[in-house]
């Protein structure tokens, strides 16, 4: 199979702009600019069936073409490097690794949509993907890369880099955008989506850094290779970030389409120590967690969300046997406590709430009828806030209990 | 103008309703916490969620603008699952100490709970502790447990009174309402936050532990404190007034007011308040005898004097000085009673841009001009032909013995320190007479004071300075007791200078304004 996103990650200096123009980097904005107009741009990334890899899946092209042609306020694109998923550890690779190769999917996207300021919101713990990010932008600067007409073309663009500050709640695009402002990050209310208003109350465009990435790649060698890739409706590769009880934790780049069973027995080496599997949760801490009889499930969007789950971020988190997931339950409620960003009030109490449930079954202090309760205080979480932060805690919860009910009923009096 | 129907009732909306404006208008109650129709809307307490044809998510009422032919829904089982959760929510982590909360009684959060919820909490683990008590800043107590993050005094500090004083800190269910660290918040708006909670959680140290909602009788008023004349109402029981509230007011104040015109209050009840007429032997002497009489032996007596004093001459040697907090009734008997005697010597005063030295002014609801009727009392005299002189001029002439009898009418605010500054060509007079709210200069200066009555405690009329027409009712008795009202007392010395007048409410003498003068109709 070959690398898309991944493929310089293990080249020597793979983070330096010779690296990456040695390996043909910057030609395909290159081609945008000299051959293709903006809307050419956009029906290439369609064609290609992109859909955004940070948690919704949402199709890329679909999402450039809801941005107005004609604005008489700036356009903006926010790149989300706020990378903040449990069990998520991906982009990072594509910040330190191959900054050049997000500044180029950033180049093309900026160019599509006419946008000619990008943000790249970088999680505030990622020191180092933000001073290689930044390194790079000031190298493209250095080249006419980036600035006034930039190749040499009739186009400006200006990219900067902003360092978030340990709020998981700034990785949805509109608390980025709060927080991009300069204000508390907290959701906005939609209606206006950004892509109408958003960043400084100008249309805005939120990719996430490995959605970015393809980008280059679909340009240089068209859609349809792309859409070839995967399977049809899930096409490309994605990097797989895969943690918990497996030999070989790390980041994988496969195509969609893979199964669970494949990536955690196959790539990854099988359970750690040869202990048998409990379940595994397949994307980011808020998708909702999959037994080992569910292994044969595709890892793609589609698949996974027939299954009633979901492919997030591509954060795979493998539970052995030995795990206990009442433990992992508390564990999980409360970090969706501790990052709740309080506005809505079904999440801000609902959240603890759960949180503090679940912990007093784990530490053998619950009541029978607290799992029920907790089921029930799910219920009222879901789909009743501003954002989905309330359903991020409250599905993997509900899960959490449906699945592996008799755990629960094991410690309750 | 879009079409739609709320449970089954056609309505037709405005274009910039939102579903949660639309229902108000047409009476349809949708239960509320962050919402308030003069603040940008928050759309987080999620109370106001409603059922939307074609929608599979409930909507936020408030947030939701109104579409033709939309169908909404605001009592379906869905609706009333999703308010019961909000509630029990909300309450998991408020003290639910109503019994000594100051908003109990008059508290959506109380009033919600029992319409919308009244089961019985299933929340057993630990509440979070937060911090009582906090001094937030001199009007202002904060109660951090009870308050529910509505956002709406953020917010109020944010878009109305455009100062951010107010922010929420910290995160998820450890949010908290903060000032910046070591800031007091001291906006002379602040009050308004205390309206405007949802719950008990910013409370006003002036009203504090004072009385139960529930005790207090409201009377529509007008503020005096400047020249805006902001609609209010006072709230009372046993004849105390314990707090003044804004009333709605759209082509003036909105739903606010400042604080000072809340703050007012304390001249109402203040210790030196006038209980009966004061009669002195000898003013300038200071060991002389000093009694209470009744209002008719106290009215002959000024009646002796006056007439020893002015002898012959009638009331041409009689100056008055009328106060800006004078309703136009009242300065209407005063000005054709000195008029019709013969008086030239009549001036106003002018509080300026404040009493005790206070000078504050913005564009928003405080006026640089502190006299409530200036403008009314203004217009009344132009009318009548009546040019008033300077207070100073008043004062002089009584230096230069031109004006031998000195009448001081109505509250004292701005008027002591008028007197204190030309107490010495003042004091010159022969006679000086006193009706006024409090005793205090020049009252307890004077030969004689009559008490009078504060604008709570009288009806009248105000011309702000916007020369809107304002009307205000007594809300509590004055002070004295067995007091004749303003209207009678003026009559009364009317008759001392023998001008006939003989109305008997401030009634009659606005109908005679307007009908005779065809002034503030």
């Known amino acids: ?413 | 103008m879009p079409n739609i129907i709320i449970d089954g009732n056609q309505i037709e909306a405005m274009a910039t309703d939102t579903i949660l404006s639309a229902a108000s208008r047409a009476g349809i109650e949708i239960p509320h916490f962050c919402y308030h129709p003069e603040l940008q809307y928050a759309g987080s307490c999620r109370m106001c969620m409603v059922e939307v044809e074609k929608s599979p998510k409930l909507l936020t009422a408030c947030s939701t603008m109104v579409s033709e032919g939309m169908i909404v829904r605001t009592s379906t089982e869905k609706v009333k699952k999703a308010r019961a959760a909000v509630l029990e929510f909300l309450l998991i982590n408020h003290p639910l100490d109503c019994p000594i909360c100051d908003k109990a009684g008059e508290c959506p959060l109380q009033d919600n709970y029992y319409k919308y919820s009244a089961r019985e909490s299933r929340y057993e683990e630990e509440k979070w502790h937060k911090r009582k008590k906090i001094d937030l800043g001199p009007t202002i107590t904060h109660d951090e447990e009870r308050c529910i993050l509505c956002t709406r005094c953020v917010r109020f500090m944010q878009d109305i009174a455009r100062s951010p004083q107010l922010v929420v800190t910290r995160r998820g269910s450890k949010n908290t309402l903060s000032t910046y660290p070591g800031a007091a918040f001291d906006n002379p708006y602040s009050l308004n936050t205390v309206d405007i909670c949802p719950v008990g959680a910013l409370t006003s140290k002036d009203f504090r532990f004072k009385c139960r909602a529930w005790y207090l009788k409201s009377s529509r008023s007008v503020c005096p404190f400047c020249a805006t004349g902001c609609s209010t109402v006072i709230q009372h029981d046993q004849n105390v007034v314990h707090r003044i509230l804004p009333d709605k007011n759209e082509k003036i104040n909105g739903s606010f007011m400042c604080d000072y015109g809340r703050l007012f209050r304390k001249h109402i009840s203040s210790e030196n308040r006038m209980t009966a007429p004061v009669i002195k032997n000898n003013r300038k002497d200071a060991s002389s005898i000093t009694t209470e009489e009744s209002y008719d032996k106290a009215f002959t007596l000024i009646g002796e004097r006056l007439a020893s004093v002015l002898k012959n001459d009638g009331a041409k040697q009689a100056g008055i000085l009328l106060s800006p907090y004078l309703s136009v009734e009242e300065a209407y008997i005063i000005l054709k009673t000195f008029y019709e005697a013969g008086s030239s010597h009549i001036a106003l005063i002018d509080c300026g841009e404040g009493i005790d030295g206070f000078n504050f002014s913005d564009d928003y609801l405080i006026s640089k001009d502190k006299s409530p009727n200036k403008t009314g009392i203004l217009e009344l005299a132009k009318k009548m032909g009546i040019n008033f002189i300077k207070p100073e001029a008043l004062a002089s002439a009584a230096g230069t013995k031109k004006v031998r009898a000195l009448v001081f009418a109505g509250p004292p605010f701005g008027m002591s320190e008028y007197y204190e500054k030309n107490k010495a060509e003042l004091d010159s007079a022969d006679f000086i007479l006193s009706l006024c709210s409090h005793f205090q200069a020049p009252a307890s200066r004077s030969d004689a004071a009559m008490p009078f009555s504060l604008w709570c405690e009288s009806e009248g009329h105000f011309v702000n300075k916007r020369n809107m027409v304002r009307h205000y009712c007594a809300a509590v008795c004055s002070p004295a007791k067995d007091a004749p009202d303003n209207i009678q007392v003026l009559c009364r010395l009317a008759s001392l200078f023998k001008v006939k007048m003989d109305y008997r409410s401030p009634v009659e003498v606005y109908n005679d304004i307007k009908n005779q003068m065809h002034l503030f109709e």
């Open chain 1, 1 to 413: 199979m070959e690398l898309i996103v991944s493929k310089n990650f293990n080249k020597k200096d793979s983070y330096k702009l010779e690296t990456y123009l040695a390996g043909g980097g910057y030609e395909a904005i290159k081609k945008c600019l000299s051959s293709m107009k903006p809307a050419d741009v956009i029906e290439e990334v369609k064609k290609s069936g992109l859909r955004g890899r940070g948690g919704a899946g949402f199709p890329t092209g679909m999402k450039w073409s809801f941005v107005p042609k004609e604005s008489s306020v700036p356009k903006y694109l926010a790149v989300n490097a706020d990378e903040g998923e449990p069990g998520t550890f991906k982009d990072r690779l594509v910040l330190e690794l191959d900054p050049h190769l997000l500044l180029e999917g950033i180049m093309i996207a900026s160019y599509a949509v006419g946008i000619g300021t990008a943000y790249v919101y970088i999680r505030g713990e990622y020191k180092k993907a933000f001073d290689t990010v930044h390194d790079a932008i000031k190298e493209c600067y250095q080249k006419g890369f980036l600035g006034e007409n930039i190749f040499g073309k009739n186009y400006k663009l200006d990219i900067h880099v902003h360092a978030g500050a340990g709020a998981y709640i700034c990785g949805e695009e509109t608390g980025l955008i709060e927080s991009l402002e300069g204000r508390r990050g907290q959701p906005r209310l939609k209606p206006p989506f950004p892509a109408v208003s958003g960043l400084f109350m100008g249309p805005t465009v939120i990719n996430n850094v490995e959605t970015l990435a393809f980008v280059p790649s679909i340009i240089n060698k068209g859609g349809e290779w792309f859409s070839a890739i995967g399977t049809p409706k899930n096409s490309g590769t994605r990097l797989f970030g895969v943690s918990g009880s497996v030999e070989k934790p790390g980041v994988y780049e496969l195509e969609l389409g893979i199964t669970a069973r494949k990536l955690i027995y196959e790539i990854c080496g099988g359970v750690k120590g040869g202990k048998k599997l409990k379940g595994f949760i397949p994307g980011g801490l808020s998708a909702p967690i999959m037994t080992a009889e569910e292994l044969d499930t595709p890892l793609d969007f589609d698949s996974l969300a027939k299954a009633g789950s979901m492919a997030g971020s591509g954060g795979v988190i493998a539970i052995s046997e030995d795990a206990s997931i009442p433990k992992i339950a508390a564990r999980t409620a409360d970090f969706y406590a501790h990052e709740s960003c309080g506005q809505c009030t079904q999440c801000r109490e609902g959240t603890r709430w759960v949180s503090q449930l679940f912990n007093k079954i784990y530490q053998g202090r619950g009541k029978k009828k607290d799992i029920d309760l907790i089921l029930d205080v799910c219920s009222n979480m879901m789909g009743q806030t501003i954002c989905v932060l309330s359903d991020a805690c409250a599905m993997p919860s509900i899960a959490f209990i449906k699945k592996f009910r008799h755990e629960f009923e094991a410690l309750v009096k």
